[in-house]
């Protein structure tokens, strides 16, 4: 069984430990997004473990689609198909069903989904995500759930999470099944909750005392960093969060800058994840903390310093921007690469100092500084 510690708190912001069968993980963390088993960008699992990643997170719907969760389970999970060792989160298909809106259709059984590969008909409801989370055999297995639209009208957000609330039923009775079945890979699986209520404060802290009441092993929030204004989530963050287990962690759905982070962190908030660090990577867009760098930018062109000389990642210790720019220029994959996992470890190494913040009582300080340091893009 898992357990979450809190170790310190400085106001609401939490420092604490989850203990899981693949190993403990130091909170607050960053997972790093690797949809379909891998991080793009060309990243391996060992590279991963190079820039101190603590949890790679997978897609439910990414991979039952290619190249299937049967694939997976034969040989023997998602742990040893990627030769990945730590924590893996998977997502439960769930947002597919807000971001393939012209693909689906609702209703209570289920959605019933057109792939974007080949245009197949998908049946997915609770029980079928939880089945597939349980072939690919991750740490933590997501709730099937609706993110509705930030836009969405006030009555069909009622309806939404209402529904949303009798799949996480019916989501926690087949994990508990296939938990007690001989052949599951990973009999230790852990179940998520997932908060929606789009931009409405009142639905979301009716939805999260709902789910409490559940117990789970944590909860996420979702349906966040999809189109509302940054001060509109902070607003629902400072209403839902103190309505959820103070000892369980909080996840923070697809979200999101280092700004974000911070400023979630700075609300109570424990795990995160989001695609920005390497879709940015892949397009020459790196982070440092002086700013973010446009790599394509001519002023690189003969720049010999590394992406940024405070970083410890296996990019800076070795290569100019100048290097870099040229491999992008010319479309060599290297270019990348090396762009994707110098981001990656400037998210795991942020998420580290934070860490340490934490532990040393100098969060607020931590926050300002580093706030005021990302504002200065170039």
Same mark, same amino acid.
């Given at each position: 069984?898992?357990?979450?510690?809190?170790?310190?708190?400085?106001?609401?912001?939490?420092?604490?430990?989850?203990?899981?069968?693949?190993?403990?993980?130091?909170?607050?963390?960053?997972?790093?997004?690797?949809?379909?088993?891998?991080?793009?960008?060309?990243?391996?699992?060992?590279?991963?473990?190079?820039?101190?990643?603590?949890?790679?997170?997978?897609?439910?719907?990414?991979?039952?689609?290619?190249?299937?969760?049967?694939?997976?389970?034969?040989?023997?999970?998602?742990?040893?198909?990627?030769?990945?060792?730590?924590?893996?989160?998977? #997502?439960?298909?769930?947002?597919? !069903?807000?971001? %393939?809106? $012209?693909?689906?259709? @609702?209703?209570?059984? +289920? *959605?019933?989904?057109?792939?974007?590969?080949?245009?197949?008909?998908?049946?997915?409801?609770?029980?079928?995500?939880?089945?597939?989370?349980?072939?690919?055999?991750?740490?933590?297995?997501?709730?099937?759930?609706?993110?509705?639209?930030?836009?969405?009208?006030?009555?069909?957000?009622?309806?939404?999470?209402?529904?949303?609330?009798?799949?996480?039923?019916?989501?926690?009775?087949?994990?508990?099944?296939?938990?007690?079945?001989?052949?599951?890979?990973?009999?230790?699986?852990?179940?998520?909750?997932?908060?929606?209520?789009?931009?409405?404060?009142?639905?979301?802290?009716?939805?999260?005392?709902?789910?409490?009441?559940?117990?789970?092993?944590?909860?996420?929030?979702?349906?966040?960093?999809?189109?509302?204004?940054?001060?509109?989530?902070? #607003?629902?963050?400072?209403?839902? !969060?103190?309505? %959820?287990? $103070?000892?369980?962690? @909080?996840?923070?759905? +697809? *979200?999101?800058?280092?700004?974000?982070?911070?400023?979630?962190?700075?609300?109570?908030?424990?795990?995160?994840?989001?695609?920005?660090?390497?879709?940015?990577?892949?397009?020459?867009?790196?982070?440092?903390?002086?700013?973010?760098?446009?790599?394509?930018?001519?002023?690189?062109?003969?720049?010999?310093?590394?992406?940024?000389?405070?970083?410890?990642?296996?990019?800076?210790?070795?290569?100019?921007?100048?290097?870099?720019?040229?491999?992008?220029?010319?479309?060599?994959?290297?270019?990348?690469?090396?762009?994707?996992?110098?981001?990656?470890?400037?998210?795991?190494?942020?998420?580290?100092?934070?860490?340490?913040?934490?532990?040393?009582?100098?969060?607020?300080?931590?926050?300002?500084?580093?706030?005021?340091?990302?504002?200065?893009?170039?």
């Amino acid at each position: 069984m898992a357990e979450y510690t809190l170790l310190k708190t400085e106001g609401r912001a939490r420092r604490g430990e989850f203990r899981t069968v693949h190993g403990t993980i130091q909170t607050p963390v960053f997972m790093n997004v690797g949809t379909a088993a891998a991080i793009k960008g060309a990243v391996s699992s060992e590279d991963l473990e190079a820039i101190g990643t603590q949890v790679e997170l997978s897609n439910t719907y990414h991979l039952h689609v290619r190249p299937g969760d049967e694939v997976v389970r034969k040989m023997g999970g998602l742990h040893r198909f990627m030769d990945w060792h730590r924590p893996i989160l998977s #997502d439960s298909g769930g947002f597919q !069903v807000f971001s %393939l809106a $012209q693909l689906r259709q @609702i209703r209570e059984e +289920g *959605v019933t989904f057109r792939s974007h590969i080949d245009g197949r008909k998908i049946f997915m409801g609770p029980e079928e995500s939880i089945q597939i989370q349980s072939n690919l055999a991750s740490t933590i297995a997501m709730a099937f759930d609706e993110c509705p639209s930030s836009v969405a009208e006030r009555a069909y957000v009622r309806q939404s999470i209402d529904r949303t609330t009798r799949w996480l039923v019916r989501c926690r009775a087949k994990m508990k099944e296939l938990n007690a079945c001989e052949d599951t890979i990973n009999r230790s699986q852990l179940l998520f909750g997932i908060n929606q209520g789009a931009i409405y404060p009142d639905l979301r802290i009716e939805h999260a005392k709902a789910i409490v009441d559940l117990e789970l092993d944590g909860y996420a929030i979702g349906g966040l960093a999809v189109g509302e204004t940054h001060e509109q989530m902070y #607003d629902i963050l400072d209403h839902v !969060v103190p309505c %959820l287990p $103070q000892d369980k962690p @909080i996840y923070l759905m +697809g *979200v999101g800058t280092p700004a974000n982070i911070l400023e979630a962190v700075e609300r109570g908030v424990d795990f995160f994840d989001c695609v920005y660090p390497s879709r940015n990577g892949r397009h020459g867009h790196v982070y440092t903390w002086q700013g973010h760098l446009n790599l394509f930018n001519a002023q690189y062109e003969t720049d010999d310093r590394p992406i940024d000389e405070q970083c410890d990642c296996p990019v800076c210790r070795r290569y100019s921007r100048a290097y870099i720019r040229h491999l992008l220029k010319a479309k060599e994959m290297l270019g990348l690469r090396l762009c994707v996992l110098h981001n990656l470890r400037f998210y795991n190494r942020m998420m580290e100092e934070i860490r340490d913040a934490l532990d040393q009582g100098n969060f607020a300080q931590y926050k300002k500084e580093r706030t005021a340091s990302l504002n200065n893009g170039r």
